[in-house]
T-cell receptor, first 117, second 109 residues
Framework: DTGVSQDPRHKITKRGQNVTFRCDPISEHNRLYWYRQTLGQGPEFLTY????????KSRLLSDRFSAERPKGSFSTLEIQRTEQGDSAMYLC???????????????FGPGTRLTVL | GIQVEQSPPDLILQEGANSTLRCNFS?????LQWFHQNPWGQLINLFYIPSGTKQNGRLSATTVATERYSLLYISSSQTTDSGVYFC???????????FGQGTRLTINP
């Protein structure tokens, strides 16, 4: 078990371009989360998947953002028409299957640092 | 939504000192995690502790759920303990972590 992995680790793009990030969760973890962290702040929730179903999206996730988890394994986060305000660290986390109403540890990947020029 | 407040925001200590970081939260939670964020941005799990006390080497944590706070203790600090420490909580049914603003710990040699 190598933990949560994310690719790329760094991305520099020009305003208006589209970018896509990938997250590979810990194997057999059925829950996958995306968070965004700006400088000096704690991470903020964006969206989460249980298997391939996207069950919740934050209001932070504008219509320029889309996330998928097509086979319930890896996930992609795409940002269309990037803006300078999208510059942030994008973090992915996964957690194992839970009992109803229960909770469990979320394990985070190393993040993708996006810079929009 | 739930509020998570961490204190102090910044803490500067000499190597070998002990420290206590505090996390207050405004609602009942069914998940509380402490993380250490290293200089490269990686969030490293320290504790999953919705209630009770746990210890791992020089680190220990206590959560008093009924009084809505958690404490992280670091003993005999080392320079490698430097970084930002985050507390994050999850309320029942919410399926997401809400993070505090963090405590930036600097350990000087």
């Amino acid at each position: 078990d190598t933990g949560v992995s994310q690719d790329p680790r760094h991305k520099i793009t020009k305003r208006g371009q589209n970018v896509t990030f990938r997250c590979d969760p810990i194997s057999e973890h059925n829950r996958l989360y995306w968070y965004r962290q700006t400088l000096g702040q704690g991470p903020e929730f964006l969206t989460y998947f249980q298997n391939e179903a996207q069950l919740e999206k934050s209001r932070l996730l504008s219509d320029r953002f889309s996330a998928e988890r097509p086979k319930g394994s890896f996930s992609t986060l795409e940002i269309q028409r990037t803006e300078q305000g999208d510059s942030a660290m994008y973090l992915c986390a996964s957690s194992p299957k839970r009992l109803a109403g229960g909770a469990d540890t979320q394990y985070f990947g190393p993040g993708t640092r996006l810079t929009v020029l | 939504g739930i509020q998570v407040e961490q204190s102090p925001p910044d803490l500067i200590l000499q190597e070998g000192a002990n420290s206590t970081l505090r996390c207050n939260f405004s609602d009942s939670v069914n998940n509380l995690q402490w993380f250490h964020q290293n200089p490269w941005g990686q969030l490293i799990n320290l504790f999953y502790i919705p209630s009770g006390t746990k210890q791992n080497g020089r680190l220990s944590a206590t959560t008093v759920a009924t009084e809505r706070y958690s404490l992280l203790y670091i003993s005999s600090s080392q320079t490698t303990d430097s970084g930002v420490y985050f507390c994050a909580v999850e309320i029942q049914g919410a399926q997401k972590l809400v993070f505090g603003q963090g405590t930036r710990l600097t350990i000087n040699p």
